[in-house]
Nanobody, 127 residues
């Protein structure tokens, strides 16, 4: 089992940067695919980025590609999301998610592939 806790959210002006962290506990962090999702009021939870167990392979939503970078440090049981050139439409609650299961078929974008979720951290980008 994996417990995850997000941090690093806040209020930032458009064009600014934030770095989110996801601290995980449990023995299976290093063998878990990790992902970031976000949810704005009245919308579904959307995929942002994912990183495989080794940290070598990453996946990004088209809307944030080139602006956000996902990474992980298995020695510290921590995942990160570096967010640059933030836009007002990036405003949402950002969630960290973990999947100890092998994700097949490239379904890294699907929330149903992830078993463990944090409580979320609010990111607000003002114009």
């Amino acid at each position: 089992q994996v417990q995850v806790v997000e941090s690093g959210g806040g209020l930032v002006q458009a064009g600014g940067s934030l770095r989110l962290s996801c601290a995980a506990s449990g023995r299976t962090f290093g063998s878990s695919t990790m992902g970031w999702f976000r949810q704005a009021p009245g919308t579904d939870r959307d995929f942002v980025a994912a990183v495989t167990r080794s940290g070598i392979t990453t996946y990004y939503a088209d809307s944030i590609k080139g602006r956000f970078t996902i990474s992980r440090d298995n020695a510290k049981n921590t995942m990160y999301l570096e967010m640059n050139s933030l836009k007002p439409e990036d405003t949402a609650v950002y969630y960290c998610a973990a999947s100890p299961r092998l994700i097949v078929g490239g379904r890294y974008y699907s929330p149903t592939e992830y078993d463990y979720w944090g409580q979320g951290t609010q990111v607000t980008v003002s114009s």
